[in-house]
């Protein structure tokens, strides 16, 4: 009884605030010209409302006693929920092949497979249902296709992979939020299609219309320089062979010229670089000389001269041409040194110098040396290659067979600067005489001196043969000297010729 007065009282002293409130609100208007009206009544829904919110109020203190601090906490909202994500997270997926006809673990155009997506839900989340979203890359065997749902998997059979790109798409209901839609890549998609479209064909080009007038192109057919190379500082002819191709139309004021370009050490020897050649009909020839020469300096080699050709009505063309030249072979034996005398067992020596004057190298060379009565013949050696002015020697032994006369040769062979084999040679000649006989008997009648008497004890053998072997010491050492001088003095000579050419 005591609580229902309590609300009672509650809900007076409410509508008696509301009623002041109002009240006070008409008297704030001073500026209006109706008059005041009296106080309203308190509707039944304002007191519904009142006596619930009061209601409310003693329940949460228990008691029915409102406090201050329950009417400072009225005027507060409640704190609104958290949102849950609205993207689904896909953990993993699978394409199983079963036995729809995949040849490999790749997936192509027209294949059929299973796809199991595994996705993370959310805590007490669970799916509710899923449907595939069919695409141009991916169908499934119905519009609306309904996957297998098995926890947190979810599995569409029967998909089939129609090219054009990989992305798969499909959605899901759960309890918590909702429908969902997720999207995977698969890596496996071989976008390949095995029946490509047959290519356009490539319209055939409209042929043009020929010109009235066919000009033949005009070009060097052939040319020639008087042999296989030319000779540094001699002069050559140049004969070129002109030649124009089919046409309809002769050639107008032909023009042929010589371009050296950058070129040293080839030169005119008369006329002028550029000849005119006049009209030429289609398909003739016509010959056409220079006089060249070259520097007598110039290295060998090959040269190269452009052959420009022009004409009033044709196209311009130029011709490269190459001519080898050479330089003059200068190689040649200077100077031999042979034993005039020579007996029977002894060894002799002969010397051969040669040197190549020329502006090329020799190549190749090697020096032989034959003859008749030699006891050791057909020694050879290898030279290699002799580089321009260069002087060396060559020495063999000499040896011979009987007494008598040694005639024989030195041979050498070597390759010039075109690359032709050539030789040069050389002959000596020498006697034999037989061999001293050192068994002389210092008593014998025609070796004693004959102021000697009886009674002069003789000279013994071994100073007969110191003197012989003496006498022969001197006269090897006279005949060495003898011939260095002459080698010295021919020597000079040679240097005098160079220095002169």
Known sequence: MKQSIKRISAVLAMAMALSAFSAFGVFAEGESTAPASAPQSTSTSQIANVEQQTESVSQGNGDGSSNGESEGNSGSSEAEPTPLPSQLEIGSYNVDFKDYGSRDNMWEWGEKADVEVYLNLLEGETIQSSR?????????????????????????????????????????????????????????????????????????????????????????????????????????????????????????????????????????????????????????????????????????????????LTSKNGEAATAPISIPVTQPERFDITNMEAPETIMMGEEGYLSVTFVNKGKSAINNLSAEIQGENLANPGQSQFLGNIAAGTENSVDFSVMAAAEGTINGKVILSYEDAKGEVKTLEKEFSCTVEPMMDMNVDPMDPGMMDPTMTETTPGMPIWGWALIVLGVVAVVVVVVVVIKKKQKAKKLAQLEDEDEDI
């Open 132 to 308: 595939f979203i069919n695409s141009g890359a991916f169908t499934a065997d119905s519009v609306n296709f309904q996957g297998t749902v098995n926890g947190n998997k979810v599995i569409f059979p029967h998909v089939t992979y129609n090219g054009g790109g990989n992305e798969l798409s499909f959605e899901i209901t759960t309890n918590l939020r909702g429908v969902l839609t997720g999207t995977q890549l698969i890596a496996q998609c071989l976008d390949v299609n095995p029946n490509p479209p047959e290519p356009t064909p490539t319209p055939e080009p409209v042929p043009t219309e020929k010109p009235e007038y066919d000009y033949p192109k005009i070009l060097v057919k052939d040319f020639s320089f008087g042999g296989n190379s030319v000779e540094a500082g001699k002069e050559f002819t140049l004969e070129l062979t002109l030649f124009t191709t089919s046409g309809n139309a002769n050639l107008q004021d032909v023009m042929v010229g010589l371009n050296f370009g950058e070129l040293k050490g080839v030169s005119l020897a008369s006329g002028s670089m550029n000849t005119y050649v006049g009209e030429m009909a289609p398909n003739t020839t016509k010959t056409i000389s220079y006089k060249m020469i070259t520097d007598a300096t110039i290295e060998p080699g090959a040269i190269s001269i452009n052959v420009n």
